[in-house]
């Protein structure tokens, strides 16, 4: 079993849509989620972090995490063409100095 | 500007040859990492180091080697021992925390690209 899996997609949306992203990881002492939005041929950018249950929001996109079942994902509200890229999950196991383990990646596709 | 780079872009490297990988940071961070990324695949752990003159390894440093003699720079060495060099690489840093409670996001240079020609 993978310690991060995502499932690769692509996932695709209309503009205007809800798109959902989801994570699951294999270690139940992780406490710090990342999502990263990876354009191609570029390097990944943090959009979200979380550490605690329940929503995180920041403008369009929220992070949700359970800690129960053991998955995170990341809504992205009114999605644009611009959004399309490959989000990349990436799991901690403590706050503290602890290696970021990465998920392979969701490509979304937003089609005008 | 604060931030990461890397140098360069672009790298072609021919069988047998070592190369070089820049990165630095002017964001005041103590650690640095090295991931390798392949096509479909997530980000692999090279090495890390949390302080001048100290490193780890991470999940797959063979072939590779780092020092880390100024706390703004950690260069990658990709030795002719790595089989299957050709890859996309990411510097990245973030702080080191004083203690639990407080994470570390890692924060990403633009990457190099090596081909083995």
């Known amino acids: 079993q993978k310690e991060v899996e995502q499932n690769s997609g692509p996932l695709s949306v209309p503009e205007g849509a809800i798109a959902s992203l989801n994570c699951t990881y294999s270690?139940?002492?992780?406490?710090?989620f990342f999502w990263y939005r990876q354009y191609s041929g570029k390097s990944p950018e943090l959009i979200m972090s979380?550490?605690?249950?329940g929503d995180k929001e920041d403008g369009r996109f929220t992070a949700q995490l359970n800690k129960a079942s053991q998955y995170v994902s990341l809504l992205i509200r009114d999605s644009q063409p611009s959004d399309s890229a490959t989000y990349l999950c990436a799991v901690k196991r403590d706050t503290g100095f602890q290696k970021l383990v990465f998920g392979t990646g969701t490509r979304l596709l937003v089609s005008p | 500007d604060g931030g990461i780079t890397q140098s360069p872009k672009y790298l072609f490297r021919k069988e047998g040859q070592n190369v070089t990988l820049s990165c630095e940071q002017n964001?005041?961070?103590?650690?640095m990492y090295w991931y390798r990324q392949d096509p479909g695949q997530g980000l692999r752990l090279i090495y890390y180091?949390?302080?001048?003159?100290?490193?780890q390894k991470g999940d797959i440093a063979e072939g590779y080697s780092v020092s880390r003699e100024k706390k703004e720079s950690f260069p990658l060495t990709v030795t002719s021992a790595q089989k299957n060099p050709t890859a996309f690489y990411l510097c990245?840093?973030?702080?080191?925390?004083?203690?639990?409670?407080?994470?570390?996001?890692?924060?990403f240079g633009p990457g190099t690209r090596l081909t083995v020609l």
């Open positions: 180091s949390q302080i001048v003159n100290d490193f």
């Open positions: 990245a840093s973030s702080i080191v925390p004083p203690g639990l409670g407080v994470t570390d996001t890692q924060y």
């Open positions: 270690d139940r002492g992780s406490q710090s």
């Open positions: 979380i550490y605690s249950n």
């Open positions: 964001l005041n961070h103590d650690a």
